[in-house]
Every structure is written in structure tokens, then in C-alpha cells.
């Protein structure tokens, strides 16, 4: 196989990504990547080269070279050098001719899913049982360039509204939440928990900081085995002091929305289905929500306490067709539905002032207004037959002055797996956990 330089020893060429092959037309480059695919013609072969930005054809004309490539499998990991030429009927309209390739690493076998498909026709199962391969995959490496993104956008909307990142522990002595849907472990021998969320120490924060916000995992061992749920999620969460009600958290939330989707769209321009984010969300009380599906889909849901999953599907059609928004907010859930921590609704403690925000039929944020009375914690714990004690040193915040205050929790997953049109969120979740895996 020729392994000869294009330039002289002395100028060495840096390596080029496929993704910045235009700006080298004419010039000579230097390729790597692994071996996407290749399509064998008469005369001519034309290899696929996959980098981190993408994938360059390679047009193979040398008999020698034709073969070696002909016996590698999938996936060898290869070093090209050759000229850039533009060609209107190459990928991208650019080609590389008259190669040099170096093999820098051979697999032992073929990948056990094709990756050179547009699509991976593997099962679920299989792609995540052989997730240090199916991962190279160009839509799964897509989500997780879109995931990162979502951070970046979040982080950087948040700073910019004064918000300082925190990091809270992840081993609690009790459930912020107060359920049973907790994973229980082993600390010294004495129970601890792993985190729902960092609720209880963001809500600490305010008392400190004003405007906090976290990015981490989260840990609920909910009896789920659904398209949505899972065992262990990345939470982005966000709490705010001063606030007049749960709509200026509301407020915080499009805000935080509309900075991920464009930071998303910056890394991915025109690739993906990004929504537009309203200047305001359109937003229905849950009492009006619940009469509306029920009587759309002729079920009795008066004394429903929460959305189902198909009644948030039905509102997002809802949305999209009547307010033309892929998002909703529905507010005022019924207090017996949310935290102990939860405000109620003025005038009618029936409801809450909390919210979830819908995104295209999904719930992807929850939030609302916390209470911030020591003495309205004590009435809230005692309702509810908690016992005060394990909450004793997030209850000291309350005893010694806290603002009125609320946040939000945001799952990424979730957004990101609307936005790629995953049909399971562990489509778009790096090593995902649940009731049953706990492997790769």
C-alpha cells in the first residue's frame, strides 16, 4: 500500500476534519478516521472516511491499494493523505484523489452493527448491549453533540441571568421528596440515599446566593420501563429567591429553553427539527387541561391528581394545532400531586402554584414556587405524617429568613429525544441505567 507523503518530508501537513474540506480545495491534506464503508465499482473504488465532524470520500484507483482496502473490515482506524478535489458528484461535493493510506489500527472482526447504514436495523437491545460500538454511529454521536450543546446553552443562558453553578451531594440521609421511589445504599453501615434531586440543598443556596443552578444526575428507582423513564438521568436544576409567584420561574424557564435550542442549532445548523421557542409559552390551568382531554377523549378524569402520558400527547397536538406552539405550560397541579415543599395557589389550596412545561406532547420541566415559612414547612411535614427530624438541617434556612422563592428541574434526555424523534430515550443516552441494565 503506498504510504507516500504529498509534500515534502520537511513540510509536515496537519490533519484536516472532513467537516473543513471545502476551505482545502486544491491543496494537499491529511485525513483520519476510521472506515466507514466502501463501494467497489469496476475501476474504481471510493472509501468513506469517518471523522468526529463527519465523512469524506476517498476515491481509490491503485490495484494494490483497491485490495487492501477490499480486506479490511469495517471500523480500521486509517491515516489518509491525498489532494482535495471538487466534484459535484461526490458527498458534499468534494473528494479526495490520488491517496496515501496508512492502516493505524485493523479490527480483530467486523463491528457487530453496521454503522455505514443511515439507520442501525439492530434492536434496541443489541445496540445498547454493544454501546462502545453503536455509539460511533452517526446519529448517536449527532444526539450527544446536540446533548452537549443543551448544556452549553443552559449553562451560558443562566449565567447570563446572574445564576452561579453549584454542586451538591448525591449520598442523602433522607429523600428530599419524601417517596419511597429512592435507591437505598450502604454509608458506614447506616442507610443513606442516592439523590432524586438536589431540591432540598438548591432550595439552602437561595439563602446564600439568590440565583442557583446545577447540572448532574439524578437517581429514582421508579418500578418504570417505559420510553421516558429511566434509572439514572442528567437533571438540570435551577432555583431563584425574590420571585412574586411560580410565572416568574416560568419566565426563567423559556429563557433557559430558548438558549439550549439555539446553542443546538449553532452546533448542528439545519440537521435536526429545532423548534421555535415563543417570546411567551402559552400556558392552561390543569383544572381546564383535564376537563378539555377528558372530554376529547370521553374519559372521566375529574378526580385525576396528574397527566397521563397519552393526556400530554393529546395536549401537545393541542398546541400545535389551536396556539401553534410545540410548547405548553400546564400550571396549578393539584397540591396532593406535588412535594411538601410545594406553594399552594392563593385562594385555593387545592392547587398549587407549579407547573410542567410540554414539550411537543412531553413533560420535560417541572417546577413552581416554594414555600418559605418555617412555620408553613412544620404545617406542610405534619399534613402529610412526615417526620421533621431528617429534615432538620434544610429546615434551618426557613428559621432564619428565606425569600420567596422557586426553580425547576429539567430533564435533557427527554428534550434531546424529542428533538432527534428517538422513539426511547435511551436512544439518545450514553450507558443508559434502568430496571435492568447496569451494563456497559
Request: hydrophobic share 40%; with cysteine.
Amino acid at each position: 500500500m503506498s504510504t507516500r507523503s504529498l509534500l515534502p518530508a520537511t513540510t509536515p501537513v496537519s490533519r484536516t476534519l472532513a467537516r473543513d474540506l471545502p476551505q482545502h480545495i486544491g491543496e494537499p491534506t491529511l485525513l483520519q478516521g476510521w472506515l466507514h464503508h466502501t463501494r467497489q465499482l469496476k475501476a474504481v473504488d471510493f472509501l468513506l472516511l469517518r471523522d468526529r465532524s463527519g465523512i469524506a470520500q476517498v476515491v481509490i484507483e491503485d490495484p494494490e491499494t483497491r485490495a487492501t482496502i477490499a480486506a479490511l473490515p469495517h471500523e480500521a482506524v486509517l491515516e489518509v493523505t491525498g489532494d482535495v478535489i471538487a466534484s459535484a458528484q461526490a458527498p458534499n461535493g468534494i473528494e479526495i484523489h490520488d491517496p496515501g493510506i496508512v492502516v493505524l489500527s485493523q479490527p480483530d472482526a467486523e463491528p457487530p452493527v453496521e454503522l455505514f447504514r443511515p439507520e442501525m436495523n439492530a434492536q434496541l437491545a443489541t445496540r445498547l448491549d454493544h454501546a462502545a460500538v453503536s455509539l460511533r454511529h452517526p446519529e448517536r454521536a449527532r444526539a450527544q453533540v446536540l446533548l452537549a450543546a443543551a448544556l452549553r446553552g443552559f449553562r451560558e443562558t443562566l449565567t447570563a441571568l446572574d445564576f452561579i453553578e453549584i454542586s451538591t451531594p448525591k449520598l442523602l440521609e433522607t429523600a428530599p421528596e419524601g417517596g419511597a421511589n429512592v435507591f437505598e445504599v450502604d454509608y458506614f453501615g447506616r442507610p443513606a440515599y442516592l439523590a432524586q434531586s438536589p431540591q432540598l440543598y438548591k432550595q439552602i443556596m437561595v439563602g446564600a446566593l439568590e440565583r442557583v443552578f446545577e447540572v448532574a444526575p439524578a437517581f429514582r428507582a421508579e418500578p418504570h420501563d417505559t420510553t421516558r423513564h429511566l434509572s439514572q438521568f442528567l437533571s438540570l436544576d435551577a432555583e431563584m429567591g425574590f420571585i412574586r409567584d411560580h410565572r416568574d420561574v416560568m419566565t426563567v424557564v423559556r429563557e433557559a429553553v430558548a438558549g439550549m435550542t439555539a446553542a443546538m442549532s449553532a452546533a448542528h445548523p439545519g440537521v435536526v427539527d429545532l423548534p421555535d421557542v415563543p417570546e411567551r409559552i402559552p400556558d392552561i390551568h390543569f383544572a381546564a387541561a383535564l376537563d378539555m382531554v377528558g372530554t376529547a377523549l370521553g374519559q372521566d378524569l375529574c378526580d385525576e391528581p396528574d397527566l397521563a402520558p397519552e393526556h400530554e400527547r393529546w395536549l401537545g397536538e393541542w398546541s400545535k394545532r389551536e396556539l401553534g406552539s410545540d410548547w405548553l405550560f400546564v400550571t396549578g397541579y393539584p397540591m396532593r400531586k406535588r412535594p411538601f415543599y410545594t406553594h399552594p395557589e392563593p385562594g385555593d389550596a387545592r392547587w398549587s402554584n407549579s407547573f410542567d412545561l410540554l414539550f411537543r406532547g412531553v413533560e420535560i420541566v417541572t417546577g413552581g414556587q416554594r414555600l418559605h415559612r418555617y412555620g408553613d414547612y412544620v404545617a406542610a411535614l405534619d399534613l402529610r405524617k412526615m417526620e421533621q427530624d431528617p429534615f432538620e438541617g434544610y429546615l434551618e434556612a426557613f428559621r432564619h429568613g428565606m425569600p420567596p422563592h422557586g426553580g425547576f428541574a429539567l430533564g435533557v434526555e427527554r428534550l434531546v429525544r424529542q428533538i432527534c424523534g428517538a422513539g426511547n430515550v435511551r436512544e439518545v443516552t450514553l450507558f443508559p441505567r434502568d430496571r435492568s441494565r447496569l451494563a456497559p
